[in-house]
């Protein structure tokens, strides 16, 4: 059976979503990344999850996870486009994403406090700002949103149906997001049309029955 290591944050939550929506058995393992235990650390030289692990493999990130569970999996429904423009086009909502969550991170914190409560050279974070940072960031914040917002309206859809995964990561951030009290706009409409029938809901908090430990 897999193992997913993780259990809360975006991240988590699009590896999550990718094995259930490939209806694959697994558990689940919280980890305490504040202090890493020598098993967790031991199964991974970067320290961060999400991962999985099966039969012997383990595998970082949510995104090599799904392009891992297509290959391992080849007879479930696919996380990723196999025509390859829209690939591409998936490939590029995910970098936009990761721009968006770099750009967001001082908001963030400034939402969560962070600024009164870390030390900035000591932070768990990869990258920490000043909360004059946060402020400054907000414009190419808003600007990347709306060319989020663009791609996504394309004709030639990026998700939905064809590219589950890239719904996931989507989903995944506006969401949390909205739980700090960002404003999406001009993506809030997108959450709220329809999609396909995966149980959005079960992608971010896991069923503590099925959380066999924690390290």
Wanted: charged share 25%.
């Amino acid at each position: 059976m897999i193992t997913s290591y993780g259990v809360s944050g975006p991240n988590v939550a699009k590896a999550r979503a990718s094995l259930l929506f490939k209806e694959l058995a697994f558990d689940e393992v919280d980890v305490d990344l504040v202090r890493k235990s020598q098993e967790f650390l031991f199964l991974t030289p970067i320290g961060r999850v999400p991962l999985i692990y099966d039969d012997g493999m383990i595998v970082h990130d949510s995104l090599f996870i799904a392009e891992y569970l297509d290959r391992r999996f080849p007879k479930t429904m696919p996380l990723l486009p196999e025509v390859l423009d829209k690939r591409v086009k998936t490939y590029t909502t995910v970098a936009l994403l990761e721009r968006l969550f770099t750009i967001s991170a001082p908001l963030v914190a400034k939402r969560l406090n962070f600024f009164d409560s870390v030390d900035p050279p000591t932070a768990a974070c990869s990258g920490y700002y000043l909360i004059n940072d946060a402020m400054a960031g907000e414009l190419e914040f808003r600007q990347n949103l709306y060319s989020l917002a663009t791609l996504l309206d394309d004709g030639d859809h990026v998700t939905r149906p064809a590219a589950p995964y890239a719904e996931f990561a989507v989903f995944a951030f506006l969401t949390l997001l909205t739980q700090l009290g960002v404003c999406t706009d001009p993506l809030t409409d997108w959450m709220l049309r329809p999609t396909t029938a995966f149980p959005f809901d079960k992608m971010f908090a896991a069923d503590q029955d099925s959380v066999r430990t924690k390290i």
